[in-house]
């Protein structure tokens, strides 16, 4: 071996510093708003925590190239459940028989963790043991090397630690070990010491320990196969042990996952960290936005009914007053930072190009719902939440922010807008920045604001609740809307 083994460690200071604030704070907005769903919506947020749960058992095994599903297949067994018959022979590499048994196979591991969370149990060597038999309980054989180097099939050993050493082989050639046979009890050992201190260590993100807990595993490799399906499986017993959702990583989020992977081995966990929690955040908005009264079965008792929604809705309006929409002064302040930074970014721009001879010309405008201007835009705000699966809540309180910038040729218009997000209100709001582009004698007035091609001129929406101090999440902020613009500017170029 090119490298020795090291044995893992807990959280470093570093590791624990890194800032996850929008997660830590859309978790808490999600713990205030869960119960009402839940009384509310119960039916539909248990389906849609089931389709969760379903799409993590598929796609976890996508990212070990155990099998390959087309997308038409998945979304059906999603859908529909896990059923032989919903599976051709051309829209996998596997019988569709034995895919199932597979696809079942990690929902039952899924499902065991995730009743050991809601009971509040701890993780043990032996559930971790219990979860890796069931895991590979229909995967009979993997690719291993013989002594010669010679890529053969071997018989799984499932459900116990691995018996043979094994490595990891990096770009260059170099060969790192993972963790020795005979070490590796002792190791499960102190990882679960290190995890049960660190959760109960005041301050430390749930998103930050899942990530250390799925890389320090992986550093690990405790099983002959399957370590990566286990690791996955473990951040799903934290998240969900703290009242969140499964995380699913999208076979499509593979790059970026394995490339996450490897900067924690050389020591930034700071990009598995952010890229758990913002699957979180995301899984979060997306519960918010479940329609009210989806699924819930008729009632004979109308009556009744009536007279507990009323009730229960009074009470909720009334917390909501003092507590939800105090995210409005959050959507406010950040909506004048937005302006004030526009201000000076398109200026400096637009600046730059007269100085080089391109005679350019732009304009900052703003509205919303306090100057009877919240209806400006709507469709492509209302478009682009749809197409994240979440709901913009445009009957509370929104603002826009609007940069133009246009030569004699091309019109570049940049969106933001600022508005909650969920169908009722749940005191969680997000900013989201569109773009369009039209030749400058296509102009479409303002106020009309007609359905023209978007361009999402952002990574991802950001967001924030009623609890955010916006001075504290400026930088933040900024750095979020820089990017924004810098990737609409590149388009605007690209178009002339």
Not at 11 to 36: H, I, M, P, Y
Not at 68 to 87: C, N, S, Y
Not at 404 to 417: C, F, H, N, P, V
Request: charged residues 30%.
């Amino acid at each position: 071996m090119d490298k020795p083994w090291v044995p893992i460690e807990p959280l470093t200071e570093k590791e624990k510093g890194v800032n996850v604030s929008e997660f830590d704070s859309l978790s808490q907005a999600w713990e205030d708003a869960r119960s009402a769903l839940e009384e509310d919506n119960s039916v539909a947020l248990a389906r849609f925590q089931e389709r969760l749960r379903r799409s993590w058992s598929v796609e976890t095994g996508i990212l070990e190239n155990l099998y390959m599903i087309d997308r038409g297949a998945t979304q059906t067994m999603i859908d529909k459940g896990f059923h032989a018959e919903l599976v051709s022979r051309t829209s996998s590499d596997t019988s569709p028989s034995h895919l199932v048994d597979i696809l079942k196979d990690h929902l039952e591991a899924s499902d065991m963790l995730q009743a050991m969370a809601r009971d509040g149990d701890r993780l043990t060597a032996n559930a971790i043991l219990q979860l890796h038999a069931l895991i590979t309980r229909h995967q009979d054989t993997v690719e291993a090397e013989d002594s010669l180097g010679n890529k053969v099939r071997t018989e799984v050993v499932k459900g116990d630690w691995k018996k043979l050493p094994n490595f990891r082989q990096l770009d260059d050639g170099t060969k790192i070990p993972y963790c020795p046979p005979e070490q590796v009890e002792g190791e499960i050992a102190n990882l679960l010491e290190y995890l049960e201190l660190q959760e109960g260590e005041d301050g430390v993100s749930p998103a930050i320990i899942a990530a250390w807990l799925h890389h320090r595993f992986t550093l690990m490799h405790p099983f002959q196969d399957g370590n990566g399906r286990v690791a996955r499986a473990l951040v799903n017993f934290l998240f969900v042990g703290q009242g969140l959702f499964p995380v699913v990583i999208d076979r499509d989020e593979k790059s970026q996952y394995i490339d996450a992977l490897q900067n924690a081995d050389k020591g930034d966990i700071e990009p598995l960290v952010q890229m758990l929690a913002g699957r979180q955040v995301e899984a979060i908005k997306q519960a918010l936005s479940i329609a009210q009264g989806e699924d819930v079965q008729r009632s004979t008792q109308v009556k009744d009914l009536a007279a507990g929604i009323v009730e229960r809705v009074n009470r909720r309006r009334q917390r909501e007053q003092e507590e939800f929409r105090a995210v409005d002064g959050v959507l406010e302040k950040l909506s004048e930072y937005a302006d004030s930074l526009l201000q000076s970014q398109v200026g400096e721009f637009k600046q730059s190009l007269i100085a080089g001879g391109i005679d350019v010309a732009s304009h900052i405008d703003s509205g919303g719902t306090h100057d009877d201007r919240g209806h400006y835009y709507r469709w492509q705000i209302v478009e682009s939440a749809q197409q994240a699966g979440q709901w913009a809540n445009l009957e509370e309180s929104s603002r826009w922010v609007r940069a133009l910038i246009e030569d004699s040729k091309t019109r570049l218009r940049i969106l933001l807008s600022f508005h909650h997000i969920g169908r009722q209100l749940s005191g969680v709001a997000e900013v989201t920045a569109i773009a369009d582009l039209e030749s400058t004698d296509q102009h479409q007035s303002d106020d009309e604001a007609e359905r023209s091609s978007s361009i999402h001129c952002m990574l991802k929406p950001f967001s924030i609740t009623w609890r955010n101090d916006p001075a504290h999440e400026r930088e933040r902020f900024e750095l979020w809307l820089e990017e924004c613009l810098l990737i609409a500017l590149r388009e605007w170029a690209d178009a002339r």
